[in-house]
């Protein structure tokens, strides 16, 4: 049977239309496609490009935090330093004020010391020129003694003479010479020699009155010397003290050592030259030494035995001396 070539033109038109339409249909999605991809490429880039920059900003930011942060620790030690730098000055303030409270004490202690000084000068003088007196009285006294001697030599003299002629007026009587004469004579001699004898005795009795003053005399001086050179070693001692809370360590060992040389039985004055070398100059030797001489002298009891005891021990112990007795 043949076919209608009109039925198969238009079957073959229809096919092709329906194939344009298809291929139209596949295309329209694929350039929609194409479009957006390029679109979504550009947007990628600068969503990309958004990225890149918030990074750098994450990182400048995280940069200035960690800068923020050291500056910040920074600024914590410095109002921790300005903290201690104002309680340093309030202490320096407080020290300040102490010192000058201290060097106003030191200044009436100075002023104190050199009226003390002056009055013990004028009492030195004083006792100068009493002593220079008593020096006087002194060779009186000297040339006294030596008259009484004097006089003893001539009151036994006389006695001698006295026995003689009492023996020889007794030996008279006894031969009953009648010599009334001679006899009166001799009497008048005797009385004569007797009245002077008793002269004598009175004379010496009030030389040696004179002389048991002078003792008494001596023993004032004695005392009143006794009492200045106490006041004196005070006085040096106290100077001492003065050196040593100003750290003139050399200047308070010499007023210490003038204090011993005046008191020599002053515990204080060897406990502080102890302590100068112990403590300070470093010269143990001579630091137990005068701690020995303040255990010697000092009473038992004083708060600085058992310190010394150990200062002792300890270096006796340390240099493989003698133990402390």
């Not at 201290?102 to 100075?110: N, V």
């Not at 001699?189 to 010496?204: G, H, P, T, V």
């Amino acid at each position: 049977m043949k076919k209608n070539p009109k039925v198969e033109k238009v079957s073959l038109n229809k096919m092709l239309l329906s194939l344009v339409f298809f291929i139209s249909f596949l295309y329209s999605p694929c350039v929609y496609a194409q479009e957006k991809s390029v679109s979504l490429e550009e947007e990628y880039r600068k969503l990309k490009e958004a990225y890149e920059q918030v990074v750098k900003d994450r990182d400048n930011l995280l940069f200035q935090a960690k800068n923020l942060l050291k500056y910040k620790k920074k600024v914590r030690e410095l109002e921790k330093e300005l903290e201690d730098l104002v309680k340093e000055k309030e202490k320096f303030d407080l020290e300040i004020k102490k010192r000058e409270g201290y060097i106003k004490e030191l200044k009436k202690k100075i002023k104190e010391l050199t009226q003390e000084n002056t009055q013990q000068l004028e009492q030195i003088a004083a006792l100068k020129n009493y002593i220079e007196k008593m020096e006087v009285e002194y060779k009186i006294v000297n040339e006294t003694r030596k008259k009484i001697k004097e006089l003893e030599d001539e009151k036994r003299r006389l006695k001698g003479e006295i026995r003689k002629l009492t023996a020889k007026i007794k030996k008279l009587e006894d031969e009953k010479i009648d010599l009334k004469a001679e006899a009166l004579v001799y009497k008048r001699q005797f009385y004569d020699i007797r009245r002077k004898y008793e002269e004598a005795l009175a004379k010496n009795r009030r030389l040696e009155k004179k002389l048991a003053e002078v003792p008494k005399k001596f023993a004032e001086i004695a005392r009143e010397n006794k009492a200045l050179i106490k006041e004196t070693a005070l006085m040096h001692y106290n100077l001492g003290v003065f050196y040593t809370q100003h750290k003139e360590y050399k200047r308070a060992i010499a007023e210490f050592e003038k204090a011993i040389e005046l008191n020599p039985e002053d515990p204080y004055a060897h406990f502080n030259l102890g302590y100068i070398y112990a403590e300070y100059l470093l010269n143990r030797p001579k630091a137990i030494e005068h701690f020995r001489h303040y255990l010697r002298l000092a009473d038992k009891n004083d708060k600085d035995v058992d310190w010394v005891k150990k200062y002792i021990l300890t270096w006796q112990a340390w240099e493989g001396k003698t133990p402390l007795k």
